[in-house]
């Protein structure tokens, strides 16, 4: 299967640590990227390949990898982190993208 | 810095088509695959298929693969989306979206988007 599959919603306090899983064969042979997106605005890149950081992403993000199970660990979380997070990859196929269904971060 | 442009919102009825262009500065089309990713009301993000912008061969999701064709023209540094047979299911925000760097997958300069509402 080149399903990703996410938890729906997860909350944190502020300034706990928070992980985000995503699971799927496809993780097996695809490195991860994850993306922030926050209501009515496009996506953002915030860790690519399983745990590299754009330019500009705070260091309290940070991915890792294991079996066919992707992790985006948000270290000291922040208001502004309350937003939905997808994990993408190639699929099986390495041809294709798939995304997984999305996770709700709420921030209290 | 790159930036990706896209055409203005449609409205579009049932069984329709709707082409959707995304024009790119900042960095030579041809270097790099763009992705068009959409995200219907309230929904997931799905992605839709690429397009290798320097050589024009394309892959679609199994989803969208009878009815989008992804076309580029390097002179005019656009890439299009044409989605066909067109129905509600389809109302959605349509993105361009063009990879970092050294990958075609990690998916980091999004266009605006285009909102594609279908109705009768």
């Known amino acids: 299967s080149s399903e990703l599959t996410q938890d729906p919603a997860v909350s944190v306090a502020l300034g706990h640590t928070v992980t985000i899983t995503c699971q799927g064969d496809?993780?097996?042979?695809?490195?991860p990227s994850w993306y922030q997106q926050k209501p009515g605005q496009a996506p953002t890149l915030v860790i690519y390949a399983k745990n590299s950081r754009p330019s500009g992403i705070p260091d309290r993000f940070s991915g890792s990898i294991s079996g066919n199970a992707a992790s985006l660990t948000i270290t000291g979380a922040q208001a502004e982190d309350e937003a939905d997070y997808y994990c993408n990859s190639r699929d099986s196929s390495g041809n294709l993208v798939v995304f997984g269904g999305g996770t709700t971060l709420t921030v209290l | 810095q790159v930036q990706l442009v896209q055409s203005g919102a449609e409205v579009k009825k049932p069984g329709a088509s709707v082409k959707v262009s995304c024009k790119a500065s900042?960095?030579?089309?041809?270097?790099?695959?763009m992705h068009w990713v959409r995200q219907a009301p309230g929904q997931r993000l799905e992605w839709m298929g690429w397009?290798?912008?320097?050589?024009?061969?394309?892959k679609y999701s199994q989803k969208f693969q009878d009815r989008v064709t992804i076309t580029r023209d390097t002179s005019a540094s656009t890439v299009y989306m044409e989605l066909t047979s067109l129905r509600s299911e389809d109302t959605a925000v349509y993105y361009c979206?063009?990879?970092?760097?050294?990958?075609?997958?990690?998916?980091?300069?999004w266009g605006q988007g285009t909102l594609v509402i279908v109705s009768s």
């Open positions: 496809a993780l097996k042979s695809s490195l």
């Open positions: 397009i290798n912008a320097g050589r024009g061969y394309t």
């Open positions: 979206v063009r990879p970092f760097a050294s990958s075609w997958e990690y998916l980091q300069h």
């Open positions: 900042g960095y030579t089309l041809n270097s790099y695959a």
